[in-house]
């Protein structure tokens, strides 16, 4: 049911101010109508009464109807009252002042009863609106954090799930969802849905391991881009026939459904290439054959090296790239190197580069090391528009 109204009327002259109240009270009976003789007693009311509705005239003594209304639209806790403007002046240029200032509307003087009260009722009306769409927008909001509640709930019935038949896959899937989500921030290419179903994904990325043979399920999936058992190539529709069930887990298991594409066509189990495999999954992909070497005992190093080998044949090269500059910065702080990072419209001559300039083609344009000068400023910013930077510049701190 709408909420009773509340009205202000402003106006300098008490016949004015008695008619429009009589006006209001036959239209609106059970509404709080008050009344102000000039700017500075409405404003003060205003912060008493805070009504829905005022009616002000364009020429009040102390504060003018337009330095009013600039005043309410100018203050968070008043700038949703609905503002009518009073005005004998025909000028157009008046009535444009009067709507710029952040009028909501405004009535020619001298004015009849039933042009009046067909204006109020259609202020009235987007009030009511207007208190609806809050109070969904209220609702939708316990919604969201229920339904974000109960993801959380979901994915931790999955990691304990998880953990009871592969413990060793806990740790490695925390670890892929952390860096693949700072992965996917430099890109700049997710928005916030996507980014959560990422999340979703990449915690959850060995699930469809789940029901492999005891002798299998700690194994890594692939490897040198082939899967390591033939039971292997069902994981992919297992991962998506698990989280699917959930709804909002969909986008999440079409991720891991195409996480064993290798980016030269040959993988499973779709055999999609390039840009036909989704960008999260060529992000968590190559996130997770890195950590299944360091399963495998393998140096930090050697793991990247063997990486960095297959990229563009099996790994999206900017995922090698944004994993490469993710290791050197967790490298670069164990070790306590100063460095930044920096954009590029925050490039400096004198800055001393800490970490290669590599674009998307996996084009090294600026070697660590390098001191920039104005010349290789222009040149990195002049490639940048044909062949983008992958990730952040960094820089000695």
Not at 136 to 160: P, Q, R, T, V
Not at 225 to 233: K, Q, R, V, Y
Not at 282 to 299: G, M, N, P, Q
Request: hydrophobic share 40%.
């Amino acid at each position: 049911m709408p909420k009773l109204l509340t009205f202000l009327i402003v106006d300098d002259e008490e016949a004015i101010l008695l008619l429009l109240k009589a006006y209001i009270k036959n239209s609106f009976n059970l509404a709080d109508v008050y009344s102000a003789e000039d700017g500075l007693d409405a404003y003060n009311k205003v912060k008493e009464y805070h009504p829905n509705i005022i009616i002000c005239d364009y020429d009040m003594p102390k504060l003018n109807g337009l330095d009013l209304c600039r005043r309410l639209r100018a203050d968070a806790n008043f700038n949703d009252i609905y503002f009518i403007a009073l005005t004998g002046n025909t000028d157009s240029v008046i009535k444009k002042e009067i709507l710029e200032a952040g009028a909501d509307d405004y009535i020619n003087k001298p004015f009849n009863n039933e042009e009046f009260v067909y204006r109020l009722r259609s202020a009235s009306r987007y009030i009511n609106l207007k208190e609806k769409l809050a109070e969904e927008n209220i609702l939708l909001h316990d919604i969201a954090n229920e339904l974000e509640s109960s993801i959380n709930d979901l994915k931790a019935f999955g990691y304990n799930l998880l953990h009871a038949r592969m413990p060793n896959s806990i740790a490695k899937m925390h670890n892929v969802m952390g860096i693949t989500v700072w992965m996917a921030k430099q890109l700049n290419e997710f928005d916030e849905g996507q980014l959560r179903d990422l999340e979703i994904a990449a915690s959850l990325c060995d699930c469809g391991k789940i029901s492999l043979p005891d002798n299998l399920v700690n194994n890594p999936v692939v490897l040198d881009g082939m899967p390591t058992d033939p039971l292997m190539t069902q994981v992919p529709n297992l991962s998506k026939d698990i989280l699917s069930k959930v709804g909002r887990f969909k986008d999440a298991a079409d991720i891991l459904y195409h996480l064993y594409e290798n980016f030269d066509g040959t993988g499973f189990p779709e055999k999609q290439q390039s840009w036909q495999i989704p960008l999260a999954s060529r992000l968590i992909r190559v996130v997770s054959d890195y950590l299944d070497l360091l399963i495998l005992r393998k140096s930090k190093a050697e793991a990247l090296d063997i990486i960095k080998r297959s990229s563009r044949r099996f790994y999206d090269n900017r995922a090698v790239i944004l994993l490469e500059q993710f290791l050197a910065l967790n490298a670069a702080q164990e070790s306590g190197t100063r460095e930044k990072a920096i954009k590029l419209h925050e490039l400096k001559e004198g800055m001393v580069l800490t970490r290669d300039i590599i674009t998307n083609s996996g084009l090294k344009i600026i070697p660590n090391g390098a001191v920039l000068r104005a010349k290789s400023i222009k040149a990195i910013i002049s490639h940048n528009a044909t062949d983008a930077i992958v990730g952040d510049i960094y820089v000695k701190d």
